[in-house]
């Protein structure tokens, strides 16, 4: 039985080409792949995955590799470049945005805090995406932590890859202080804080809604409607596999 999270025929071939050396193995890669996309946008639990001739101690296992050996962080910046280069745009982006997101946890053991300004308990998810809103680097911390302390963190993780040559970042007033030094000094990247006017009512930024269009693709997947990870790690990586999917659907169009 197929499923409309199963990969298409041209979008599994982008993943065999970057990924998977061809040979004989005992399990379907492509199976697997489908079943991790499966439980990303339905949100089941690894128990509940449907049968579909592999276990699904065989899907998690394979999970777990992956991100223990950097393949989900190789398969999205991989995929980034392409569409960045399919699209006719540089594949070095040098600008991002910048903001997080508070959102409960379920089963977390780990980094779980209070956001007291969005009155939330959980987890803050720090993304920086491109001026398209793609993922660039993700960040999952205590919802306690505040914007400063986690955006330096984010932009490290985005500096040390080599497809990215970022000279300029927006932000909200969140990160506005001493960050901005912080930032110029340590990357040399200048942070740009896009203020908001004072008029009343709803009024959408300039740059920065790109990251909240973000924001809104993710939550089309169940599995990040909370965070149910027991750790921080688990929760980044299903985001870089949700922008993963996002891209090789827009590849395809």
């Not at 006719?88 to 903001?99: E, I, Q």
């Not at 660039?136 to 911390?141: D, E, K």
């Not at 919802?143 to 890859?161: F, G, N, S, W």
């Amino acid at each position: 039985m197929a499923y409309s999270t199963d990969l298409t025929d041209s979008q599994w071939y982008i993943i065999e080409q970057v990924t998977f050396e061809k040979r004989k193995r005992q399990h379907s890669m492509r199976l697997i792949c489908n079943l991790l996309f499966y439980l990303l946008k339905t949100g089941c639990q690894w128990r509940e995955l449907p049968e579909r001739g592999i276990k699904w101690q065989v899907v998690y296992y394979y999970f777990r590799k992956w991100q223990a050996l950097g393949v989900v962080e190789q398969l999205h910046e991989l995929l980034y470049k392409q569409n960045r280069q399919r699209s006719k745009r540089n594949s070095f982006p040098t600008a991002a945005v910048l903001d997080s997101q508070s959102v409960k946890t379920a089963l977390a053991t780990d980094a779980v805090g209070y956001d007291a300004g969005k009155k939330v308990k959980g987890r803050k998810r720090h993304l920086l995406v491109d001026t398209q809103g793609y993922v660039l680097a993700v960040r999952v911390s205590s919802a306690a932590a505040t914007d400063r302390q986690a955006a330096q963190e984010v932009i490290r993780k985005a500096d040390k890859l080599q497809i990215y040559k970022l000279k300029l970042v927006y932000a909200d007033g969140g990160y506005r202080g001493k960050l901005i030094n912080q930032v110029k000094k340590q990357f040399g990247i200048q942070l740009n804080i896009v203020k908001k006017k004072a008029k009343a009512g709803f009024k959408v930024l300039p740059r920065r809604w790109v990251v909240e269009r973000a924001f809104a693709w993710l939550a089309k997947c169940r599995r990040l409607s909370i965070d149910y990870e027991r750790l921080t790690a688990t929760s980044e990586a299903f985001i870089l596999l949700a922008m993963y999917r996002l891209m090789l659907n827009h590849y395809k169009n």
